[in-house]
Structure formats: structure tokens, C-alpha cells
């Protein structure tokens, strides 16, 4: 059941204004439209198809600026002032550290074990040292438990003892810690009763110490939460915690982050990751390339959930994707395929020619320091002895390079060709890549001999016949078709007309990939501008959240809840498995369940139901604020949609205001104030604002 302030919308009204008013969309528009775009429309045209939706006011600049002179100027984002954003993403420090620098003040797993193994060193900053020695204390605990788990089992003790861990699941940790957290994985989300009570007795102590560190100026609010035991830590820091909130705000962003980082410091890298990717999305003046950046990513995607992505992918977006989203194509091919990110997630990192030194068990000489060409071996190429190598040539790259990243499934390459890219970039590979390490080329690695790739004699070149196969597609004809092809679903519709793909594609070979002159092409095409493309294309659960967020002009103070709805809508950030990254298509994201969940998440919105996030519902209505319920909707429909709703959208509305069948209580309700969360809930999750 879907609650109001003052009464309930249930979910057979919403769906119904959904679906139904999608159905008939299409055709109510054009009464909506103007020939040829024009005015207003075409304003609003272009700010929902080049930026995440416009903010109160855009429509009014952009249409007094000159739609074609505001376009340009966003193509070029180094020219636009985007401090204001700057200083949002400020206390996010991680943003700014390079891969090692991440890894060293948030350590994963693997260098923990290195410590405890002696293989490596504690760090000497106090700070570092408590988030190890928390991380250390957890896993050295998680063990013992698992080792008390084991002796019980063996001694059948798994019958119905104290130690049973079989059963009793903890649906809500005493100590913060949630089934399926990293805290808890070694314990399956089972925990035993003798666990529970050292948990909540953790709780007790850090609830006490709570109320004694809000007595504390935050310097020593924060030695004294680094004395604290682990179990007590974790207790206090988990956002379940009564006073965490309190604790944390007026520390400084390094304290908050380290206070965070005591409770799982992998998690405040993607924590900090996603939050600055909503606050880009939402407050960038820079909204081409945030727009841009996004389709690379999603295009050339990672995923955030396999092992070291988790803190090469801060590093891939800042370096490798937003610096050219709107630059060469084949610059932005040869970063991706250079980057630790794209070469851990795909696996060539671990491929290794069958015929290479390293394959073979040859040894070569150490002191030769040359890149590029086969380097001398010992004499007689005397083997040496090595453990069974477990890796040999990887295909993954070369498949979903030439598949995804450029030619397209049906490009005109074969499996043969798949084999043979995969033998050129044998040897691109990461030096120590779980410390953060970059990009290098292992000639050792690397395959002899020719390749032939799509009819081309590739000669022996080391790592130079990587960037001569990326310069082949980058410049192939059906490299141009796939890529324009994904532009224009992604700016002008799921099924785009081939004559603008063509022409893209046309400026796309003559123009070197040159991915401005692409945007160009498209933006002074005919399609982009004809009547039947405005409010053609469904938005993504990330393009519907950001831009409610924009045209309600909200003030983001904690971007956490916004994470999760976007989890709950089925399109987690960073969050594709998969190569192929998200679907730009309507099919994907039209659904009863997922348009009730988009409901759900307007009517929070607006109601300001939404933790750490406040919007301008109200400024909307002005000083005099709402007249009568029918007022206070056409107020709305300007203010959200600029007055352009279908008959469909308004009656079914008007319906609802009016019936309290559906509502449960009137809302349209002359004896009460009209509901003005309500209205602008129905308002953002209406089938108009849904498209863009």
C-alpha cells in the first residue's frame, strides 16, 4: 500500500495511471507538440536528451541563450564553471587517491592476510594502523568461530547444542553486523546465542559511550572511538546505530571516512564512488559529459563486485572514461584497454600466449631492459623449473572488444578472429594488481609470431601490435554503425532510423572517431528534432531518480538512500555483471513491478520521506502556498512537466483527488489543506515525467 500524508493511493491507481496512460502516451502527445519543435519544446527536448533533466529555471535560460549555443558549449565542459560541484565532492577523499594510495588507507582482504602472514608491514600512521588492527581482529574472530563451528560439528555437537549454528538465523544483527555483510560472511548470516549475546553486549557499551562521545570535541571523540574493541566499534559505527549520525557530523571527511573504514573499509571506496556519481548526475553544470561519461561506462563496462574493480573502477572512471567521453574514439579504446580496471574485469591480465617464454618455462636475460621486440634468452634456451601454470590464452578481451566495445556481434569477425586478438595482447597485463598496480606489458607473456586479424597480417611487434589492432577497429566501418547506433538508442530512440546512423556513421569515419562531431551530426539531424521523438525514450531508474532529484530542485545531504533505491529499481551503480552493461531499451524497464517501484520512490520524494535528501516541493506553490487540490495539480504540471501532460495523466489524477473510493479519504478535501506531497508524487511518477 502506497501512504500519503493525509490518506493512501493504492497500488491498483497507480498502476492503472501507468500503464494505462502509457498505452495512449503516444498519441495524447501530439496534441502537446508544435511543428518542428519549436520554442520551449525544443529547450526542453534538448535538456531531457543531453543532460540527466532540467532544474527549475533551465528551460527559461536555455530557450534565452539559444538552444544551439547552450549545445555547444556543453560540448565543451572545460570551458563551464563547475566549482559548486567541486565543493560537494570534497569530503570524499577517496575521489582524489590514486589506486595505491586507496588501497593502502582501505585495505582488502588480501593485504591483510599478507600482514598477518609477515609477508607485509603495518602501516605507522595511528589512523591506518586502527583500521588494520579492526580488520585483523574481525577476521581472526570470524576464524575462531569458524573453527568452534567445525570442532562441534566433528563432536556432534550440531544436534540441538548452544554451538548450533545451523539454526537461529539473525535477521537483525545486535551489533549492526546484517547477513551477507563482509563482517559476517565466515558466519553464513547464522549466528550462534552465545554470539548474540556478546553482540548485544557490544551494543550496550557502545550505546553508553555514545552519549560520553557527543560530550567531546571530534579529535578526541575520534582517539577515543580507536580505543574501542572492534565488537564495540562496529556496534556504534553501523547505520542502524541510534547516535552514529551524531557522532560522525561535526568530524572532519579523513575522521568520518576512518570511522567508516573501522566498519568495513572496502565499503566506504564504493560508498564514496556512488555517492559521487549521483551528486555529478545531479548538480554537474556539466551535463553532456556526465551524460557521456555514462554511456562510455556503460558501454566499455566494469563491474564493481569482482575482486580488485573494487578499487580499480574510482580510477577507470576518473582517468580513463569522463577525460574522453567526448574526445577521439580510438584515444578512449586505448585507455580502456590499458587499464588495470577493463584488464582485471575481462581477465587478460592473467593471459598468456601458448607459445610465449612464459608458457614454455624459458628464462630470460634479467638485465635486458627492452620493450617491443623479442628479447635474447639464456644460451640454448635452457628451460627452468616452474609450478604448473594454470593460465594460458585468455579470449574474454578479444571477444568483447570486437563484440561490444567495436565492431558489434554481427561486424564481420570470426572465432578465428576472437583467437587471434587474444594472442596480440598476450602481455598486457598489471603489475601487482591487488596493490593497486598499473598497467604493464610482460613481453614474457606475450605470443610470437604473426597474427592475421580480419584479413590483416598483424606482424611480431610486442605490445605495439595491441595498438595496431585497436587502431583497425577503431577505424572500421562497423565500428562506426554499432557505436552511432548505440548514440542515437541512447539520444534519440530504442529503434533510431538508419538514415541518421548513417550519416553518424559517416561523420564518425571522416572525422577520425572524433565523438563531438558525432554529438553534432545527430543534434542538427531532422530525427533528433522530429515530433515524434519528443518524449520518445523511457529513462533508466538512474536517469528517472537523478532527474526528480533535479526538477525538484533537492538538496542532497546523504546520497545513501538514493543507492538503494536505485538497487531496489533493478540498476545498482556499478552494478552490471555482465559485459554488456545496462539496456538503454523501454522493454527492459517497463514492468507493473517496476513502475510501482518508481511510484513509490516519487511519492517518498516528494514527500520528503527520503533520508538526507530535502526538495523544493514547496517553492513550487510560492509565499502564498496551495489554494485547492485542482490548482495545486496544474501548479505541478507546469512546474515539472511544463504544462505538457496528456488528457489521460490529468483525468486519471483528477480522479484520484476527487474519489475517495480510491484514496481511502478524499484528497481533494475543501475542509484540509490540498495534499501537496501527493500531487507531486502523481506528478513525478506519471508516464510524462517517466519518459524524457
Same mark, same amino acid.
Given at each position: 500500500?502506497?501512504?500519503?500524508?493525509?490518506?493512501?493511493?493504492?497500488?491498483?491507481?497507480?498502476?492503472?495511471?501507468?500503464?494505462?496512460?502509457?498505452?495512449?502516451?503516444?498519441?495524447?502527445?501530439?496534441?502537446?507538440?508544435?511543428?518542428?519543435?519549436?520554442?520551449? =519544446?525544443?529547450?526542453?527536448?534538448?535538456?531531457?536528451?543531453?543532460?540527466?533533466?532540467?532544474?527549475?529555471?533551465?528551460?527559461?535560460?536555455?530557450?534565452?541563450?539559444?538552444?544551439? =549555443?547552450?549545445?555547444?558549449?556543453?560540448?565543451?565542459?572545460?570551458?563551464?564553471?563547475?566549482?559548486?560541484?567541486?565543493?560537494?565532492?570534497?569530503?570524499?577523499?577517496?575521489?582524489?587517491?590514486?589506486?595505491?594510495?586507496?588501497?593502502?588507507? %582501505?585495505?582488502? $582482504? =588480501?593485504?591483510?592476510?599478507?600482514?598477518?602472514?609477515?609477508?607485509?608491514?603495518? $602501516?605507522?600512521?595511528?589512523?591506518?594502523?586502527?583500521?588494520?588492527?579492526?580488520?585483523?581482529?574481525?577476521?581472526?574472530?570470524?576464524?575462531?568461530?569458524?573453527?568452534?563451528?567445525?570442532?562441534?560439528?566433528?563432536?556432534?555437537?550440531?544436534?540441538?547444542?548452544?554451538?548450533?549454528?545451523?539454526?537461529?538465523?539473525?535477521?537483525?544483527?545486535?551489533?549492526?553486523?546484517?547477513?551477507?555483510?563482509?563482517?559476517?560472511?565466515?558466519?553464513?548470516?547464522?549466528?550462534?546465542?552465545?554470539?548474540?549475546?556478546?553482540?548485544?553486549?557490544?551494543?550496550?557499551?557502545?550505546?553508553?559511550?555514545?552519549?560520553?562521545?557527543?560530550?567531546?570535541?571530534?579529535?578526541?571523540?575520534?582517539?577515543?572511538?580507536?580505543?574501542?574493541? #572492534?565488537?564495540?566499534?562496529?556496534?556504534?559505527? &553501523?547505520?542502524?546505530?541510534?547516535?552514529?549520525?551524531?557522532?560522525?557530523?561535526?568530524?572532519?571527511?579523513? =575522521?568520518?571516512?576512518?570511522?567508516?573504514?573501522?566498519?568495513?573499509?572496502?565499503?566506504?571506496?564504493?560508498?564514496?564512488?556512488?555517492?559521487?556519481?549521483?551528486?555529478?548526475?545531479?548538480?554537474?553544470?556539466?551535463?553532456?559529459?556526465?551524460?557521456?561519461?555514462?554511456?562510455?561506462?556503460?558501454?566499455?563496462?566494469?563491474?564493481?563486485?569482482?575482486?580488485?574493480?573494487?578499487?580499480?573502477?574510482?580510477?577507470?572512471?576518473?582517468?580513463?572514461?569522463?577525460?574522453?567521453?567526448?574526445?577521439?574514439?580510438?584515444?578512449?579504446?586505448?585507455?580502456?584497454?590499458?587499464? #588495470?580496471?577493463?584488464?582485471?574485469?575481462?581477465? &587478460?591480465?592473467?593471459?598468456?600466449?601458448?607459445?610465449?617464454?612464459?608458457?614454455?618455462?624459458?628464462?630470460?636475460?634479467?638485465?635486458?631492459?627492452?620493450?617491443?621486440?623479442?628479447? #635474447?634468452?639464456?644460451?640454448?634456451?635452457?628451460?627452468?623449473?616452474?609450478?604448473?601454470?594454470?593460465?594460458?590464452?585468455?579470449?574474454?578481451?578479444?571477444?568483447?572488444?570486437?563484440?561490444?566495445?567495436?565492431?558489434?556481434?554481427?561486424?564481420?569477425?570470426?572465432?578465428?578472429?576472437? +583467437?587471434?586478438?587474444?594472442?596480440?595482447?598476450?602481455?598486457?597485463?598489471?603489475?601487482?594488481?591487488?596493490?593497486?598496480?598499473?598497467?604493464?606489458?610482460?613481453?614474457?607473456?606475450?605470443?610470437?609470431?604473426?597474427?592475421?586479424?580480419?584479413?590483416?597480417?598483424?606482424?611480431?611487434?610486442?605490445?605495439?601490435?595491441?595498438?595496431?589492432?585497436?587502431?583497425?577497429?577503431?577505424?572500421?566501418?562497423?565500428?562506426?554503425?554499432?557505436?552511432?547506433?548505440?548514440?542515437?538508442?541512447?539520444?534519440?530512440?530504442?529503434?533510431?532510423?538508419? $538514415?541518421?546512423?548513417?550519416?553518424?556513421?559517416?561523420? %564518425?569515419?571522416?572525422?577520425?572517431?572524433?565523438?563531438?562531431?558525432?554529438?553534432?551530426?545527430?543534434?542538427?539531424?531532422?530525427?533528433?528534432?522530429?515530433?515524434?521523438?519528443?518524449?520518445?525514450?523511457?529513462?533508466?531508474?538512474?536517469?528517472?531518480?537523478?532527474?526528480?532529484?533535479?526538477?525538484?530542485?533537492?538538496?542532497?545531504?546523504?546520497?545513501?538512500?538514493?543507492?538503494?533505491?536505485?538497487? &531496489?529499481?533493478?540498476?545498482?551503480?556499478?552494478?552490471?555483471?555482465?559485459?554488456?552493461?545496462?539496456?538503454?531499451?523501454?522493454?527492459?524497464?517497463?514492468?507493473?513491478?517496476?513502475?510501482?517501484?518508481?511510484?513509490?520512490?516519487?511519492?517518498?520524494?516528494? &514527500?520528503?520521506?527520503?533520508?538526507?535528501?530535502?526538495?523544493?516541493?514547496?517553492?513550487?506553490?510560492?509565499?502564498?502556498?496551495?489554494?485547492?487540490?485542482? +490548482?495545486?495539480?496544474?501548479?505541478?504540471?507546469?512546474?515539472?512537466?511544463?504544462?505538457?501532460?496528456?488528457?489521460?495523466?490529468?483525468?486519471?489524477?483528477?480522479?484520484?483527488?476527487?474519489?475517495?473510493?480510491?484514496?481511502?479519504?478524499?484528497?481533494?478535501?475543501?475542509?484540509?489543506?490540498?495534499?501537496?506531497?501527493?500531487?507531486?508524487?502523481?506528478?513525478?511518477?506519471?508516464?510524462?515525467?517517466?519518459?524524457?
Amino acid at each position: 500500500m502506497l501512504r500519503t500524508r493525509n490518506g493512501l493511493l493504492t497500488p491498483a491507481f497507480c498502476l492503472t495511471l501507468s500503464l494505462a496512460s502509457f498505452t495512449v502516451l503516444a498519441a495524447a502527445k501530439k496534441k502537446l507538440e508544435t511543428p518542428g519543435m519549436a520554442g520551449r =519544446q525544443r529547450a526542453l527536448h534538448a535538456l531531457n536528451r543531453f543532460t540527466f533533466g532540467p532544474r527549475p529555471g533551465d528551460i527559461d535560460r536555455v530557450s534565452q541563450q539559444g538552444v544551439e =549555443q547552450w549545445f555547444e558549449q556543453q560540448l565543451h565542459p572545460e570551458k563551464i564553471d563547475d566549482s559548486a560541484l567541486e565543493t560537494r565532492l570534497a569530503p570524499l577523499r577517496t575521489l582524489r587517491m590514486n589506486t595505491r594510495e586507496i588501497v593502502e588507507n %582501505f585495505p582488502p $582482504p =588480501q593485504l591483510l592476510k599478507a600482514i598477518m602472514e609477515g609477508r607485509e608491514s603495518m $602501516p605507522r600512521d595511528p589512523d591506518k594502523r586502527a583500521i588494520y588492527e579492526a580488520e585483523i581482529a574481525r577476521y581472526e574472530g570470524r576464524q575462531e568461530r569458524k573453527n568452534e563451528e567445525s570442532k562441534s560439528k566433528e563432536a556432534g555437537g550440531s544436534e540441538g547444542g548452544k554451538n548450533d549454528t545451523t539454526t537461529n538465523p539473525a535477521p537483525t544483527d545486535p551489533a549492526g553486523v546484517q547477513p551477507g555483510s563482509a563482517a559476517d560472511a565466515a558466519t553464513g548470516g547464522k549466528l550462534s546465542e552465545e554470539e548474540r549475546s556478546r553482540r548485544r553486549e557490544a551494543k550496550l557499551y557502545a550505546d553508553m559511550k555514545a552519549e560520553e562521545l557527543l560530550d567531546m570535541p571530534p579529535d578526541q571523540r575520534m582517539k577515543e572511538i580507536l580505543k574501542m574493541p #572492534p565488537d564495540e566499534q562496529r556496534a556504534l559505527l &553501523n547505520p542502524r546505530a541510534d547516535k552514529r549520525d551524531e557522532v560522525l557530523a561535526s568530524m572532519s571527511p579523513k =575522521q568520518r571516512e576512518t570511522a567508516m573504514a573501522l566498519l568495513n573499509p572496502q565499503q566506504v571506496v564504493q560508498s564514496e564512488l556512488m555517492q559521487s556519481k549521483l551528486l555529478r548526475a545531479t548538480y554537474s553544470e556539466r551535463q553532456l559529459e556526465e551524460v557521456m561519461t555514462d554511456f562510455w561506462f556503460n558501454h566499455f563496462n566494469v563491474f564493481v563486485g569482482k575482486g580488485a574493480d573494487r578499487y580499480l573502477i574510482t580510477s577507470y572512471e576518473r582517468d580513463v572514461i569522463r577525460p574522453n567521453a567526448l574526445g577521439k574514439f580510438e584515444d578512449l579504446l586505448v585507455a580502456t584497454a590499458k587499464s #588495470p580496471a577493463m584488464l582485471f574485469y575481462l581477465d &587478460n591480465w592473467l593471459s598468456i600466449g601458448p607459445d610465449s617464454d612464459e608458457a614454455r618455462g624459458l628464462r630470460r636475460n634479467p638485465g635486458y631492459q627492452g620493450f617491443g621486440r623479442r628479447r #635474447p634468452r639464456f644460451p640454448a634456451n635452457r628451460p627452468v623449473k616452474r609450478k604448473a601454470n594454470r593460465d594460458g590464452l585468455n579470449e574474454n578481451y578479444g571477444r568483447e572488444l570486437m563484440e561490444l566495445h567495436t565492431l558489434g556481434v554481427n561486424g564481420g569477425y570470426t572465432q578465428h578472429d576472437v +583467437t587471434e586478438v587474444a594472442r596480440v595482447f598476450t602481455g598486457w597485463t598489471i603489475r601487482e594488481p591487488r596493490k593497486g598496480g598499473d598497467y604493464s606489458f610482460e613481453e614474457r607473456r606475450h605470443d610470437p609470431g604473426e597474427k592475421f586479424v580480419m584479413g590483416k597480417k598483424i606482424k611480431e611487434n610486442g605490445e605495439k601490435e595491441g595498438l595496431e589492432v585497436l587502431h583497425l577497429l577503431a577505424h572500421h566501418p562497423s565500428t562506426a554503425k554499432f557505436v552511432c547506433t548505440k548514440l542515437a538508442q541512447r539520444f534519440v530512440s530504442d529503434n533510431p532510423p538508419q $538514415p541518421l546512423v548513417d550519416r553518424m556513421a559517416d561523420t %564518425f569515419l571522416k572525422k577520425n572517431g572524433d565523438i563531438r562531431e558525432v554529438l553534432r551530426t545527430l543534434y542538427k539531424s531532422p530525427e533528433f528534432w522530429a515530433p515524434d521523438a519528443y518524449r520518445a525514450k523511457v529513462k533508466t531508474p538512474l536517469e528517472f531518480v537523478v532527474s526528480a532529484l533535479r526538477t525538484t530542485n533537492a538538496e542532497i545531504q546523504d546520497p545513501t538512500p538514493l543507492i538503494g533505491t536505485l538497487q &531496489n529499481l533493478g540498476m545498482p551503480l556499478y552494478g552490471m555483471q555482465p559485459p554488456t552493461g545496462y539496456s538503454m531499451k523501454a522493454e527492459t524497464w517497463v514492468n507493473s513491478s517496476a513502475l510501482l517501484g518508481r511510484m513509490n520512490f516519487a511519492l517518498a520524494l516528494a &514527500n520528503d520521506k527520503l533520508k538526507g535528501v530535502k526538495t523544493g516541493t514547496a517553492e513550487v506553490l510560492g509565499a502564498a502556498g496551495p489554494k485547492d487540490a485542482h +490548482t495545486t495539480l496544474t501548479a505541478f504540471e507546469h512546474a515539472y512537466l511544463d504544462g505538457g501532460v496528456s488528457e489521460q495523466t490529468h483525468s486519471a489524477i483528477l480522479k484520484q483527488l476527487d474519489d475517495p473510493q480510491i484514496s481511502q479519504r478524499k484528497l481533494d478535501d475543501s475542509a484540509r489543506p490540498p495534499n501537496v506531497g501527493a500531487i507531486a508524487g502523481l506528478i513525478l511518477g506519471s508516464p510524462e515525467f517517466q519518459k524524457r
